[in-house]
């Protein structure tokens, strides 16, 4: 439920991009992308924040285990990393404390 009125605020948000000062648009498309990691294990979240967070121009890499992730962290360097609370493979707090080390 949270992701969707995260997503429901952003799509709000997206409305008044027409407000925005002139060059502001062109502006953000020449910023680099943002790369956030999703460690989601539901397929259905997985997809809908996956679609969502790359039409707004961010690079997303999703993975369904914890371990995966942390593996990749080193080498990516993620912007943002965004962990379900409930993953099957690792708690989200051991997940946090290994992406710390």
């Excluded at 002139?22 to 924040?49: C, H, W, Y």
């Excluded at 080193?74 to 992406?99: A, G, R």
Aim: glycine share 2%; proline share 4%.
């Amino acid at each position: 439920m949270q992701y969707y009125q995260a997503f429901e605020n952003l799509n709000a948000a997206s409305q008044y991009s027409d407000l925005a000062p002139p060059g502001a648009q062109n502006l953000r498309n020449q910023m680099t992308k943002s790369k956030i990691f999703l460690i989601e294990d539901d397929p259905d979240i997985t997809t809908l924040v996956t679609d969502t967070l790359k039409k707004e121009g961010y690079e997303i890499s999703a993975f369904d285990k914890g371990v995966e992730a942390v593996s990749q962290v080193e080498s990516v360097s993620p912007d943002l990393i965004n962990i379900d609370q409930n993953l099957t493979d690792m708690e989200d707090l051991e997940i946090s404390k290994d992406l710390k080390k």
